[in-house]
């Protein structure tokens, strides 16, 4: 019963957090004057380009997605999709990234930039600056990614090393002007990081950047530091923005379908940052409070966080951070009846597999020992995925259309 009810809260806001709408919503506020041209970027830029195609129609005179492998839904008259690489950007982000800027380099005054960001436009939409090549690009990167580095310091390094981020795309646009719709995947909402923001102006500075690398330890070649110590964009004056899509909103969404199902629903945060294994830990010590002294929530409860969580790899495994959380709660659940923890990113994927996240309960570890896996042995090795794959506690959804962080709920029943 918890089990159906985790998985009717999952498939209830992933259907309210499809942007269709919140596009067409938001095209018929905007005063879009002269040529339209529609970029899209990001794991959600295939429906938001094809929502405003349908309100825009022929007004667009070229249009081009850029989205993740296997996010595309088809073809959209008068646009040129791609699929390129996520979360390290690969030769089809810039090859598709130059296309844009062949595209933008052309327009005028009276023109405009219909720009739709989604979560994982930092490594679709890339061109790296200077004499930085793509290989050094990607092996950054990749440090960063396995360093435990939050998002936003991640993207501070990108801004400061491509083409097109921290301003810059809106800088190669002007004069024309840019109107970004964005859903939002960075805790805070924090514009100028989603996506790395590549028409917002840049807060963060040079020195920044600079110390970010030393505080984790990461050792890059002289022509990375060249280019990390060129300030970004400040101003822009081209530019108007608005958010249209945020976890909060998807929280919201989940408190709602959890109150209708009758648990008692309480929303904890919707800035959930730290490593993935604290807040798996955590997310049980507040399940275990409930079911011994009915607190924070009243038996049956339902508690909901929103946010975005780390993993420090240091084994060899197989996961992702919303699988590393869940597979740590079931360890410290272990044996506990009426408890189901779920932790999944709305875009359907999670690190570099096909789960999106995981939900387990009680039983969880106990099933795994029965096959002879050790789930913390398996934790430790960073792999989750393996391990809730043994006993099908994976959650798979598929890629959504959407992606604006992680959902993470327990349940707890009488």
């Known amino acids: 019963m918890l089990r159906e009810d985790a998985m009717k809260i999952v498939n209830e806001t992933l259907r309210h957090l499809l942007p269709e709408n919140a596009v067409i919503e938001a095209v018929k506020e905007i005063d879009l004057k002269g040529n339209v041209v529609v970029v899209a970027i990001g794991k959600a830029s295939w429906r938001m380009a094809n929502a405003a195609k349908e309100i825009l129609g022929d007004k667009i005179i070229k249009g081009v997605v850029i989205t993740k492998y296997g996010h595309s839904m088809g073809e959209i008259e008068g646009f040129e999709i791609y699929e390129a690489g996520h979360p390290i950007p690969d030769e089809n982000s810039v090859r598709a990234t130059e296309r844009v800027l062949e595209i933008v380099d052309s327009l005028s005054v009276d023109d405009t930039v219909l720009l739709l960001i989604s979560g994982g436009g930092s490594a679709l939409f890339e061109k790296p600056k200077g004499s930085i090549t793509l290989p050094q690009l990607q092996g950054l990167t990749e440090k960063l990614l396995r360093s435990g580095a939050s998002i936003v310091e991640i993207n501070t390094l990108r801004k400061h090393l491509s083409l097109v981020k921290g301003g810059r795309f809106a800088q190669r646009v002007f004069p024309a002007k840019v109107f970004s719709l964005i859903l939002s995947d960075v805790l805070g909402d924090r514009i100028d990081s989603i996506a790395s923001g590549p028409a917002y102006p840049d807060l963060t500075t040079s ?6 690398l030393e505080r984790y330890k990461i050792v890059v070649d ?4 060249k280019e990390l110590k060129e300030e970004t964009p400040k101003d822009l004056p081209n530019v108007q923005t608005k958010i249209i ?14 109150s209708q199902l009758g648990y008692n629903t309480m929303i904890l945060t919707t800035t959930l940052a730290c490593e993935a294994r604290e807040a798996g830990k955590f997310l049980a010590s507040v399940a275990r409070e409930i079911v011994q002294n009915d607190r924070p929530a009243r038996k049956p409860a339902a508690v909901i966080l929103g946010g975005e969580t780390v993993v420090r790899v240091t084994g060899t495994g197989k996961g992702g951070r919303n699988q590393e959380l869940a597979l740590s709660a079931a360890v410290e659940i272990d044996g506990i009846e009426k408890i189901v923890i779920c932790s999944f990113g709305t875009d359907g994927t999670d690190g570099p597999t096909d789960a999106a996240g995981g939900i387990v309960d009680g039983t969880t570890c106990k099933r795994m020992k029965a096959l002879g896996i050790e789930p913390v042995k398996m934790l430790l090795n960073n792999d989750s995925y393996n391990a809730l794959k043994s006993v099908g506690d994976l959650l798979i959804t598929g890629p959504t259309g959407t992606n604006v962080n992680d959902l993470v709920f327990l349940l707890v029943g009488r």
């Open 222 to 225: 002289n022509s990375i530091l």
């Open 207 to 212: 020195e920044e950047a600079l110390n970010i």
């Open 245 to 258: 899509g945020s976890v909060r909103l998807a929280c919201e969404r989940a408190a709602e379908v959890a």
